[in-house]
T-cell receptor
């Protein structure tokens, strides 16, 4: 296993188009997270899954955003009718749910998918 | 509402110096705190995770401390090297249970000059 993979690494699109990002987590990890990061800021939480269940969504995730993790493995994040304000780095991370005193719960991040909306 | 602040926003030091990065959070009810490193244009690499019941964690030249009551954590880097140049982010997992959401600070960008 080579870690968390994200695809594509870069996406340039015109305003109004739909885009989809894919994340492949570490295979044994049961939690998967999506974050968004703009220049000079820390990552902002968007949503997370435990297995295939989406357990929490940020208010940042408007109706134009949807995320799925259909079989509890890979996940997709789709943005419909993109706006210039959607330009950001979209980061995916995964972790293994565990007890407070296990080595679990450490998030491993992918390299990110950079979106530019023209 | 939990807020995480990192000061300073940027720091420049000569090689070999010991340094401390600061992280503060407004709600002391946290499950754990994690420090990350981010190189320009890249994803985040986990450095250290401190459980709420712990006071510190060490890995090589890095030592992270946690004082929940005062809402502070520090990341100590000993004998800094140019390869340590990066942005350092802290993040807290809120609440008393193992919820998924991490709340990040804005980061401290460190430059170590040879």
């Amino acid at each position: 296993d080579t870690g968390v993979s994200q695809d594509p690494r870069h996406k340039i699109t015109k305003r109004g188009q739909n885009v989809t990002f894919r994340c492949d987590p570490i295979s044994e990890h049961n939690r998967l997270y999506w974050y968004r990061q703009t220049l000079g800021q820390g990552p902002e939480f968007l949503t997370y899954f435990q297995n295939e269940a989406q357990l929490e969504k940020s208010r940042l995730l408007s109706d134009r955003f949807s995320a799925e993790r259909p079989k509890g493995s890979f996940s997709t994040l789709e943005i419909q009718r993109t706006e210039q304000g959607d330009s950001a780095m979209y980061l995916c991370a995964s972790s293994l749910l565990g007890t407070a005193h296990s080595g679990a719960n450490v998030l491993t991040f992918g390299a990110g998918s950079r979106l530019t909306v023209l | 509402k939990q807020e995480v602040t990192q000061i300073p926003a940027a720091l420049s030091v000569p090689e070999g110096e010991n340094l401390v990065l600061n992280c503060s959070f407004t709600d002391s009810a946290i499950y754990n705190l994690q420090w990350f490193r981010q190189d320009p244009g890249k994803g985040l690499t986990s450095l250290l995770l401190i459980q709420s019941s712990q006071r510190e964690q060490t890995s090589g030249r890095l030592n992270a401390s946690l004082d929940k009551s005062s809402g502070r954590s520090t990341l100590y880097i000993a004998a800094s090297q140019p390869g340590d140049s990066a942005t350092y982010l802290c993040a807290v997992r809120r609440g008393s249970s193992n919820t998924g959401k991490l709340i990040f600070g804005q980061g401290t960008t460190l430059q170590v000059k040879p």
